[in-house]
């Protein structure tokens, strides 16, 4: 069993991303997993949050007001939560923010008054859509160039990874990343595994549900 300990790829963290992350007002996560989020993640400047293909169970650990405490507005790209109930973590000034496409979440939220549908919201984030083969032939996963407010055009998979280095840096793990515990793998097997399985539960969570098309 994998630990729910956020373990470092070894990626190097951009200065430039991590000044944007704390001090940006509109921030885009992208592909967010179900990890663990460190107690101490804090964003208090955000005042809208953009949440693009993430993982459901990573939807309901980081959209609480204790990590974005002054949140006015969210840009909702993703499938649904699993607990339509979340907007109740907010007052009903969270404005919600939609694509033009038909979900369940979708349009419970619009029919209840609590969201609005914006045809020209999947444009605003998404510049580019590929189509990527898995290792083994045959899992397909989607991977998305992003336009990020403030920032610019990225490859969505660095801002994620960019993204999952900043929560591990979080958690202070950096140093003990060469650490081999009695009765666990090598930790780069470990993260060869974990990445892997981040991978494969973001693409069974999304890839039946999500169909972006930025030509929309």
């Known amino acids: ?22 001090s940006t007002h509109n921030l885009c996560i992208y592909k967010l997993g179900s990890h663990s989020i460190p107690e101490n993640t804090i964003f208090p400047k955000a005042k809208s949050i953009t949440l693009i293909n993430c993982n459901r169970h990573g939807i309901l650990n980081i959209l609480t007001p204790s990590i974005f405490p002054n949140l006015s507005k969210v840009n909702y790209l993703s499938a649904d939560p699993g607990d339509f109930k979340i907007y109740e973590r907010y007052n009903d000034t969270l404005k919600w923010s939609f694509p033009n496409k038909s979900y369940e979440f979708y349009d419970f939220m619009v029919k209840t008054g609590r969201g609005t549908k914006d045809s020209g919201l999947i444009k605003e984030y998404v510049t580019n859509k590929k189509i990527i083969d898995g290792k083994n032939g045959f899992d397909i996963s989607f991977h998305f160039d992003l336009n990020i407010p403030g920032f610019g055009i990225v490859d969505g998979e660095w801002w994620r990874i960019q993204f999952y280095e900043y929560l591990v840096n979080k958690q ?3 140093n003990s990343q060469h650490c081999v515990y009695p009765g666990e793998a090598p930790l780069t097997y470990r993260q060869e595994l974990e990445e892997a399985f981040l991978e494969k539960e973001i693409v069974m969570e999304n890839i039946n549900e999500m169909d972006f098309d930025i030509d929309d």
């Open 172 to 174: 202070n793990i950096n």
């Open 1 to 22: 069993m994998l630990s729910r300990k956020l373990i470092s790829f070894s990626k190097n963290l951009s200065k430039d991303f991590v000044s944007h992350i704390d």
